[in-house]
Structures are given as structure tokens and as C-alpha cells.
């Protein structure tokens, strides 16, 4: 889950739909870009994906100044956060096929844990909903996905402003922590509603001879991001002054 987060920084190569630090890896080898096709649908699809998320940030701000309050904005922006973040799996897809040289299954457990998140959590304990920490990830992505997928839409038209690039490897230092406490947070406020409705768990004895303990399974996910959460934060730190640094140099031979 805390991977999820990761998004905010790492692969500068215009890959167009893969996640955080799954692209980085090629360091001195160059991988060959998509063909055009390859790249006019990954255009269109970041188009489409940095439009959708700003359509939830507006909806937020707009949410905000109607009511004079940030409590429960979740709900204003409910269907459009549903709908783009899930369309997210299609990332998975263009891993798989080739298109986006980066990990299929690193890809896949980052855009999981998200959607995880928002179905098996927050959609399905209808209590956290209103709680002022799903507004706190919620900001966090939001924020996040505007910035990496206007950064891979740029990337692959070969015009990349420096501002996004240095927004996509500055501004996680904020966002990073602050959706991972949101998410932490969530998980912990949906744990009573997950016990005593005995949510997604399954008891024995039943024909299948087979237990399942959502509510255990929600306690290992938190403890999961203590040893995740550091070992991503720093990565990101030294992809950061990588990333950046080889970018002020190149400025001064130019």
C-alpha cells in the first residue's frame, strides 16, 4: 500500500503509464521508446488521465467553497475518483504488452494497493468516508497523478518543461507522507466497522476447510508500511538529487 505513494517520483524516460521507479533501472542502458501508434495512445491516454484528475481537483476545490468546509468532500468527487483511479489498471496492461518498458509486477502491486484502497477500504466500510484522512490521501493523489501524468504526456511529445520535472521529483518530500498517513489512518479508523461486521472474513467450519481474518489482514497491511515506507522515502530522496542534478548540469553545457 505505502508503494502506492511512491508515484510521485522516479522514471524519467516518458514511458507513459508505468509507476514509480520501475523505469529507472535502465540507468546506462537505453531501452527503445514505443512506436508511433504505441506513443499516440499513450499520449491520449495520459491526455485523458491529467484531464480526469484535475476534473477531481476542481471538484474538490469547488466541493470546498460550497460548503465552507472540508469535511466529507469525499463524496463530491466519489464517482470520478472511482472511475480514473481503477483506470489505472490499464497501466498493468501496458506493461504486459511491451509498450511501457517498465516491471509488470512492480506495476501491479503499486496500482493494487491504490485501488485496494479506495474498493476494499474506503468503498466498503461506508463509515470512513466522512473522515478527514480520506481527504488527506485523497489531495495526495490527486496532486500526484496531475504531475506524473502531465510529466509522461510531455515526455513522450519530447517537450518536457523543467517545472513538471521538478515538481515530480520535489513535491512527493510533502506528498509521499501525507498520503501514506492518510491511508494509515483510514485503514485504522475502518477496523472496528471491519470486525464487527466481519467484513470480506470467512470462518470455519465451512466445506473448503479454509479461515480468512480481514480485519488480521488489514493490521499486517499497516505494520507492512514500517519497513516500505523508509526504504521508498529514500530511494526517491537519491533519485531526486540523481534526477535533478544531472539535469542542472547538462543547463550549464548547454
Given at each position: 500500500m505505502a508503494a502506492a505513494a511512491a508515484t510521485a517520483a522516479t522514471k524519467g524516460n516518458g514511458g507513459g503509464g508505468g509507476r514509480a521507479g520501475a523505469g529507472e533501472a535502465s540507468g546506462s542502458r537505453k531501452?527503445?521508446?514505443?512506436?508511433?501508434?504505441?506513443?499516440?495512445?499513450?499520449?491520449?491516454?495520459?491526455?485523458?488521465?491529467?484531464?480526469?484528475?484535475?476534473?477531481?481537483?476542481?471538484?474538490?476545490?469547488?466541493?470546498?467553497?460550497?460548503?465552507?468546509?472540508?469535511?466529507?468532500?469525499?463524496?463530491?468527487?466519489?464517482?470520478?475518483?472511482?472511475f480514473f483511479q481503477t483506470g489505472a489498471?490499464?497501466?498493468?496492461l501496458h506493461c504486459a504488452i511491451g509498450i511501457v518498458p517498465s516491471s509488470v509486477v512492480l506495476t501491479s502491486f503499486q496500482v493494487m494497493s491504490r485501488v485496494f484502497m479506495l474498493w476494499a477500504v474506503?468503498?466498503?466500510?461506508?463509515?470512513?468516508?466522512?473522515?478527514?484522512?480520506?481527504?488527506?490521501?485523497?489531495?495526495a493523489w490527486t496532486v500526484t497523478e496531475i504531475i506524473r501524468y502531465s510529466f509522461y504526456t510531455f515526455s513522450l511529445l519530447n517537450h518536457l518543461p523543467y517545472l513538471i520535472k521538478w515538481a515530480r521529483y520535489t513535491l512527493f518530500i510533502v506528498?509521499?507522507?501525507?498520503?501514506?498517513?492518510?491511508e494509515l489512518l483510514t485503514i485504522y479508523a475502518a477496523l472496528p466497522?471491519?470486525?464487527?461486521?466481519?467484513?470480506?472474513?470467512?470462518?470455519l467450519p465451512n466445506k473448503y476447510n479454509f479461515s480468512f481474518d480481514y480485519y488480521a489482514f488489514l493490521i499486517l497491511i499497516m505494520i507492512s508500511y514500517i519497513p516500505i515506507f523508509p526504504q521508498l522515502y529514500y530511494h526517491m530522496i537519491h533519485q531526486r538529487?540523481?534526477?535533478?542534478?544531472?539535469?542542472?548540469?547538462?543547463?550549464?553545457?548547454?
Amino acid at each position: 500500500m505505502a508503494a502506492a505513494a511512491a508515484t510521485a517520483a522516479t522514471k524519467g524516460n516518458g514511458g507513459g503509464g508505468g509507476r514509480a521507479g520501475a523505469g529507472e533501472a535502465s540507468g546506462s542502458r537505453k531501452k527503445k521508446g514505443p512506436g508511433p501508434l504505441a506513443t499516440a495512445y499513450l499520449v491520449i491516454y495520459n491526455v485523458v488521465m491529467t484531464a480526469g484528475w484535475l476534473v477531481i481537483a476542481v471538484g474538490l476545490v469547488r466541493a470546498y467553497l460550497a460548503k465552507g468546509s472540508y469535511h466529507s468532500l469525499y463524496y463530491s468527487i466519489e464517482k470520478p475518483l472511482k472511475f480514473f483511479q481503477t483506470g489505472a489498471l490499464l497501466e498493468i496492461l501496458h506493461c504486459a504488452i511491451g509498450i511501457v518498458p517498465s516491471s509488470v509486477v512492480l506495476t501491479s502491486f503499486q496500482v493494487m494497493s491504490r485501488v485496494f484502497m479506495l474498493w476494499a477500504v474506503t468503498h466498503s466500510v461506508k463509515e470512513v468516508q466522512s473522515e478527514d484522512s480520506v481527504l488527506l490521501f485523497v489531495i495526495a493523489w490527486t496532486v500526484t497523478e496531475i504531475i506524473r501524468y502531465s510529466f509522461y504526456t510531455f515526455s513522450l511529445l519530447n517537450h518536457l518543461p523543467y517545472l513538471i520535472k521538478w515538481a515530480r521529483y520535489t513535491l512527493f518530500i510533502v506528498l509521499y507522507p501525507m498520503g501514506v498517513s492518510g491511508e494509515l489512518l483510514t485503514i485504522y479508523a475502518a477496523l472496528p466497522f471491519v470486525r464487527q461486521a466481519g467484513l470480506y472474513s470467512i470462518s470455519l467450519p465451512n466445506k473448503y476447510n479454509f479461515s480468512f481474518d480481514y480485519y488480521a489482514f488489514l493490521i499486517l497491511i499497516m505494520i507492512s508500511y514500517i519497513p516500505i515506507f523508509p526504504q521508498l522515502y529514500y530511494h526517491m530522496i537519491h533519485q531526486r538529487r540523481k534526477i535533478l542534478s544531472h539535469t542542472e548540469e547538462h543547463k550549464k553545457f548547454e
